[in-house]
């Protein structure tokens, strides 16, 4: 099992910044992939962006490519999202995601471990 917390959401302007952390626990974090996700009002989950083991691998969604930042700290069992220049488009629950694999995916049924999300608002 993996248990995953999410953190660091809130109300921002837009062009503001949010680092969004995701803690994991209940297993080895050097050997599991995390990814980010995140769900609008009315939406469908949309893949946000992921990152390998190893941290060396990274692939993230054309929207949020060049603003977003995922990160790992495997000494802290923490994965982060950095969110730059943030838009109301942004505005979402944003959900970390696991999986057991080295290989990274941006598919939701790919990953077997979800945190129960973070609202994140962005709002002039």
């Known amino acids: 099992q993996v248990q995953l917390v999410e953190s660091g959401g809130g109300l921002v302007q837009p062009g503001d910044s949010l680092r969004l952390s995701c803690a994991v626990s209940?297993?080895?974090?050097?050997?599991?992939?995390v990814g980010w996700f995140r769900q609008a009002p009315g939406k469908d989950r949309e893949f946000v962006a992921t990152i390998s083991p190893s941290g060396i691998t990274t692939d993230y969604a054309d929207s949020v490519k060049g603003r977003f930042t995922i990160s790992r700290d495997n000494a802290k069992n923490t994965v982060y999202l950095q969110m730059n220049s943030l838009q109301p488009e942004d505005t979402a629950v944003y959900y970390c995601?696991?999986?057991?694999?080295?290989?990274?995916?941006?598919?939701?049924?790919?990953?077997?471990?979800w945190g129960q999300g973070t609202q994140v608002t962005v709002s002039s």
């Open positions: 995601a696991a999986r057991t694999s080295f290989i990274v995916r941006s598919r939701g049924h790919e990953y077997d471990y």
């Open positions: 209940g297993r080895t974090f050097s050997s599991v992939t």
